[in-house]
């Protein structure tokens, strides 16, 4: 007999969610899964620079007959 409730209780909070669900907290939610940012860095190397500095030189839009 307690079902009535049950669903209605379902439905308000379905409803809140389709409704008002916009307005995440995403950093109390970081915090509450215990996920840190990564420190941004800038040590990235291109396994191609070294490569395309080598090879500059035949680079046909730097050529001078155009």
Known sequence: MGRGRAKAKQVKVARQLKYNGGNTDLDRLKSELGV???APTNDYDDPYD???????????????KR
């Open 36 to 38: 840190s940012d990564p």
């Open 50 to 64: 070294e490569l395309a500095q080598k090879y500059a030189d035949y680079d046909e839009s730097s050529d001078s």
